[in-house]
């Protein structure tokens, strides 16, 4: 049974710092996207970042490209360093596995998601 057990997240000034990480236990599927998705209420879900683990290709939204920088371990543990945040990255934060990075581009291929995370809640304010 696939798990994806998430961490991180919680409150942070603007231009502040953060990491998620979430481990994909029960995951044997390298060549799937691991990466986040994001809503904020009465939005919605939509991609953020995704790294293959097989050969570490990655995919950023526009929004965050240059800011988020997505990473993994040897295994299939990802994490998501969340850098120059600002108010507008307010929102709950879910870990997703999907077969194709397109699967992260915007808002229109949710329903494709194989598995998701528990959800972490970012808070940007001052």
């Known amino acids: 049974q696939v798990q994806l057990v998430e961490s991180g997240g919680g409150l942070v000034q603007p231009g502040g710092s953060l990491r998620l990480s979430c481990e994909a236990v029960g995951f044997t599927y390298d060549y799937y996207c691991l990466g986040w998705f994001r809503q904020v209420p009465g939005k919605e879900r939509e991609g953020v970042s995704c790294?293959?683990?097989?050969?570490?290709?990655t995919y950023y939204a526009d929004s965050v490209k240059g800011r988020f920088t997505i990473s993994k371990d040897g295994g299939m543990k990802i994490y998501l360093q969340m850098d120059s945040l600002k108010s507008e990255d307010t929102a709950v934060y879910y870990c997703?596995?999907?077969?194709?990075?397109?699967?992260?581009?915007?808002?229109?291929?949710?329903?494709?998601?194989?598995?998701w995370g528990q959800g972490s809640q970012v808070t940007v304010s001052s």
């Open positions: 997703a596995a999907g077969f194709s990075p397109t699967y992260f581009s915007g808002s229109g291929y949710v329903d494709l998601i194989d598995w």
């Open positions: 790294i293959t683990p097989n050969d570490g290709s």
